[in-house]
């Protein structure tokens, strides 16, 4: 299994938010932190993601999206 990633666009896809709102849930203080900057911007661990969406979003959990 290779390294799951997300950026912004999977990010917001996953939240089901706009992309301004997206940007500003990825700028908490309690969001996690980036695995890495690239050109496109920042990406983050699919499983670091879903860990807080869990914890911050549990209406989000289950259902037709994965863990």
Not at 15 to 30: F, H
Request: overall charge negative.
């Amino acid at each position: 299994m290779g390294l799951e990633l997300m950026g912004a666009a999977e990010i917001q896809e996953r939240l089901g938010v706009s992309r301004q709102r997206a940007y500003i849930l990825i700028n908490r203080r309690d969001f996690p932190p980036p695995v890495a900057t690239l050109r496109m911007g920042n990406v983050w661990l699919k499983s670091d993601v879903e860990a807080w969406i869990v914890e911050k979003r549990p209406h989000l959990v289950g259902g037709d999206e994965e863990p």
